[in-house]
């Protein structure tokens, strides 16, 4: 059975003297560090990134310390991954935000090692990760202070089933005084540099926002190149297992524990839990969130049943797709950033599962690094997900729609295909954005994924990725 078409062979086979085709570099993803203004930026935080020694080169962060220096209560919220092997670092940080009641006043994540199936030591290790941090927040009255509640999550990333070298971590974190930390641009960067791995840039960004005629104000990081295909969830909801994936998102409005919960878990479903890079699971994803109230004057929290929340949730949605989309621009090797979007499907459930299965398969994603519109792989990918009403091959099209705003280009009209101008193809495969479209035909509800192609640079990545 032919899995390629003739052409596309010629273009591997051995025997040619003169193959066509050319690998390809990675584009610099320079122009996505943007410099931005301070006053973007949440009241009531202090941070910074440094280098504390868990990677060798003196030059590179490592350690990363965010607090919220605000006066009033600090909710945070959390989704971590499903995976069975569940990283240090995230079984801490459940067991501080279930004793904390959704309170947590400071952030400490280090880069170069996961800290993941790590045992005994590796639970000892993250813990003295919090408590070297809650040394670093401003006291809290007698009557506040609680031996048994710790005010600190704790985030690792790098390479799984090393121990940290936590001496070094917990001199670095001790060595922090007030002046160590900012709340400006440069401050923030640090920060955000100080959680990369693989990554080729620090993926942070910031903005403002109105609710009730108030400005508030967010900002965020992630990190992740590799390992990446979220299904992140709270942590008392039952889930699939997914990747490498760090990132906090921090705000300046007032937002209740149990409402800044229910708003990430809506958000995480559409923005990290809508990305791809390989398909491939770890085991310490994590995405918190902190609002300290810091902005918010007399104001009270946020609850669910407040009829700002619903805003509030959707300006937390789309800044969460827009840290997420960061992470797809810099997969690892990758060419294309791909937008796939799915309409027409009976419920937003299948719809996601329809553009999760053709964003991970090996198939599309080295068609579309081969600039090649090999829509049949699409179709492929689309048939094998059981959905909850069957699809009817004769009410679905697939259309290929470049991001220059020209005319998009049909590929496959109510199951029948149609006379596809390769030329036009290989022109709109060929941009760094664009979008596959598919409409099932079967309802009204709609879901989109952000992936990348498969490259050459991918695999020398990940070949020797632990030396």
């Keep these: 059975m032919n899995?390629?078409?003739?052409?596309?062979?010629?273009?591997?086979?051995?025997?040619?003297?003169?193959?066509?085709?050319?690998?390809?570099?990675?584009?610099?993803?320079?122009?996505?560090h943007v410099q931005i203004p301070d006053t973007s930026f949440p009241l009531g935080y202090s941070l910074t990134g440094v280098h504390c020694g868990v990677k060798k080169n003196p030059s590179v962060l490592d350690l990363t310390v965010i607090l919220s220096t605000s006066s009033k209560p600090t909710s945070a919220a959390a989704c971590f991954t499903r995976n069975a092997f569940l990283a240090a670092p995230v079984l801490v940080s459940q067991d501080v935000l279930e004793k904390s009641a959704g309170h947590v006043r400071a952030i400490v994540t280090n880069s170069g090692c996961a800290n993941a199936?790590?045992?005994?030591?590796?639970?000892?290790?993250?813990?003295?990760?919090?408590?070297?941090?809650?040394?670093?927040?401003?006291?809290?009255?007698?009557?506040?202070s609680n031996e048994d509640i710790h005010e600190t999550v704790v985030m690792s990333t790098g390479v799984i089933g090393q121990n940290l070298p936590i001496s070094k971590i917990l001199s670095g974190i001790s060595s922090l005084v007030p002046s160590s930390l900012g709340s400006d641009f440069a401050a923030w960067e640090r920060a955000a540099k100080a959680f990369m791995t693989t990554d080729t840039f620090p993926k942070l960004r910031a903005r403002t926002f109105s609710l009730g005629g108030q400005t508030f104000r967010m900002a965020g990081?992630?990190?992740?190149?590799?390992?990446?295909?979220?299904?992140?969830?709270?942590?008392?909801?039952?889930?699939?297992?997914?990747?490498?994936?760090?990132?906090?998102?921090?705000?300046?409005?007032?937002?209740?524990?149990?409402?800044?919960?229910?708003?990430?878990?809506?958000?995480?479903?559409?923005?990290?839990?809508?990305?791809?890079?390989?398909?491939e699971m770890s085991t310490?994803?994590?995405?918190?969130?902190?609002?300290?109230?810091?902005?918010?004057?007399?104001?009270?929290?946020?609850?669910?049943?407040?009829?700002?929340?619903?805003?509030f949730r959707k300006e937390l949605?789309?800044?969460?797709?827009?840290?997420?989309q960061l992470v797809v621009r810099d997969g690892e090797g990758a060419t294309k950033f791909v937008t796939v979007s799915v309409e027409g499907a009976p419920t937003f459930t299948d719809a996601h599962r329809v553009a999760s299965k053709i964003s991970t398969s090996a198939l599309v994603k080295t068609a579309l690094y081969g600039e090649d519109a090999n829509w049949g792989r699409i179709l492929a990918a689309t048939g094998s997900v059981p959905l909850s009403t069957p699809i009817d091959p004769y009410r679905v099209n697939v259309t290929f729609v470049p991001a220059d705003g020209t005319?998009?280009?049909?590929?496959?009209?109510?199951?029948?295909?149609?006379?596809?101008?390769?030329?036009?193809?290989?022109?709109?495969?060929?941009?760094?954005?664009?979008?596959?479209?598919?409409?099932?035909?079967?309802?009204?509800?709609?879901?989109?994924?952000?992936?990348?192609?498969?490259?050459?640079?991918?695999?020398?990545?990940?070949?020797?990725?632990?030396?």
């Design 221 to 279: 990081m992630d990190k992740g190149a590799g390992m990446i295909h979220p299904n992140m969830g709270p942590p008392t909801n039952p889930g699939q297992l997914h990747a490498t994936l760090l990132g906090c998102i921090l705000t300046d409005a007032a937002v209740s524990p149990q409402a800044l919960q229910s708003a990430l878990t809506y958000a995480v479903e559409r923005s990290f839990n809508s990305i791809s890079v390989d398909g």
């Design 3 to 32: 899995r390629v078409g003739p052409s596309v062979w010629r273009r591997f086979s051995s025997t040619s003297s003169s193959p066509t085709f050319v690998a390809k570099p990675a584009p610099s993803k320079a122009r996505h």
């Design 117 to 144: 199936v790590t045992g005994k030591q590796g639970l000892e290790d993250a813990w003295a990760m919090v408590k070297a941090t809650d040394a670093l927040l401003p006291k809290r009255t007698k009557s506040e």
């Design 317 to 324: 949605t789309s800044f969460a797709a827009e840290l997420a």
């Design 284 to 311: 310490n994803d994590t995405i918190v969130v902190l609002a300290n109230g810091a902005a918010a004057g007399e104001t009270k929290e946020i609850e669910e049943h407040d009829p700002l929340f619903p805003a």
């Design 407 to 467: 005319t998009p280009l049909p590929v496959l009209v109510r199951g029948e295909p149609e006379l596809v101008d390769e030329a036009r193809a290989k022109e709109i495969l060929s941009q760094e954005d664009f979008e596959i479209k598919v409409d099932l035909g079967l309802g009204s509800e709609s879901a989109q994924y952000w992936t990348c192609d498969f490259s050459y640079e991918y695999v020398r990545i990940n070949g020797d990725y632990r030396s």
